[in-house]
């Protein structure tokens, strides 16, 4: 495997789109298995089971790693592309391939496809979010990735290596976003988690925040820095920062250690009406990631003027897929015609 500080512009760029995918993978997984949960979208995030909190703040927290992916794209000269992801339980994770040696033995035999909130789906969340230690890799002694924080670790490599030589300059960086003003008080100096990548250290910074947050080296917990504020007693109740201080891996530990307290899920039993809603979901999907797209090749901090709208009805079109008895299908080669139009 080549060493990210012999990369050129191709091998960075090629690495932060490897990046992005794996996000969207990993989100699309999550609320998957998230709104099969019966009756979910019926409740107010306070009254969501345990499971579905945890799950939905870790699904937030991956669009917060989206974000971070796309402002470091952009200030390297990357254009973001979103694709609606493809799943291949034969092939397993995309770019990753995970040492059979490494995985936990409740977690083995896990297949990487979308599925119910169920023991198999946490042993697959598990799975991708496997911790890995910190330590020298030689990568001239790799032949492929063995974890996703692996490959932001070589994405990190090759950042500190070559900013100078790829940064687009503060002129030209004019697309970073900042969804999540509102996520995270940085010590009480400012308001918001989302980071304007504009130098080297703010580069760091955010590849810091989503190892630490997801794939870190303590499985545990989640440094200080990096975690969004606790409840207190008299706010609203935001599920996006439920138990923050556990790490993405954590989280799914804790599920899949009591998966037997696991809320009751729809079943498969496929109807009439199921590839009508499919059809209607993949729609959904796929136009919300085109507005992603455009939003992040955009100048500007602001999202286009359709994503919040366009993002809140996705759980919904999720469920209605389960409450018709199928598991969401995200395969849009074989969407009917009329609905291959983004709107």
Not at 50 to 70: D, G, R, T
Not at 99 to 114: E, I, S
Request: with cysteine; aromatic share 10%; glycine share 6%.
């Amino acid at each position: 495997m080549k060493n990210p500080a012999q990369w050129n512009a191709a091998d960075l760029h090629r690495h932060l789109q490897h990046a992005l995918e794996l996000e969207l993978w990993t989100l699309v997984l999550y609320l998957t298995a998230l709104y099969s949960i019966k009756g979910l979208t019926k409740l107010r995030h306070h009254e969501y089971p345990e499971a579905a909190k945890l799950i939905f703040s870790v699904a937030i927290q991956e669009m917060l790693h989206i974000e971070l992916v796309c402002n470091l794209s952009n200030a390297l000269g990357y254009a973001p592309k979103f694709t609606i992801p493809t799943f291949d339980p034969s092939k397993g994770m995309p770019f990753i391939h995970p040492p059979l040696h490494l995985l936990p033995n409740d977690v083995k035999g896990y297949r990487a496809k979308p599925q119910a909130l169920h023991k198999e789906a946490l042993m697959l969340f598990c799975a991708i979010e496997l911790p890995h230690p910190k330590e020298e890799i030689m990568w001239e002694h790799k032949n492929r990735y063995g974890s996703i924080a692996e490959v932001y670790e070589a994405i990190r490599q090759g950042v500190v290596a070559h900013w100078d030589s790829y940064y687009i300059g503060d002129e030209k960086n004019t697309k970073q976003k900042n969804i999540f003003r509102e996520y995270h008080n940085q010590g009480g100096k400012r308001h918001g988690f989302s980071v304007v990548i504009n130098s080297r250290a703010a580069a760091e910074t955010a590849l810091e925040a989503i190892i630490d947050q997801g794939e870190g080296a303590d499985a545990k917990r989640v440094p200080a820095t990096f975690r969004p504020p606790s409840h207190k007693e008299g706010e609203e109740f935001d599920t996006s920062w439920y138990k923050g201080h556990l790490s993405h891996y954590q989280k799914f530990r804790i599920l899949l250690h009591s998966h037997h307290k696991l809320p009751p899920v729809y079943e498969e039993y496929k109807n009439e009406s199921a590839e009508a809603a499919n059809n209607e979901m993949r729609k959904a999907f796929k136009d919300f990631w085109k507005t992603l797209e455009v939003s992040f090749n955009t100048p500007g901090e602001d999202m286009e003027k359709t994503f919040w709208s366009q993002m809140a009805p996705l759980g919904t079109s999720l469920a209605h897929v389960w409450e018709s008895g199928m598991c969401p299908d995200f395969d849009v080669t074989d969407m009917p015609s009329d609905l291959q139009k983004s709107g």
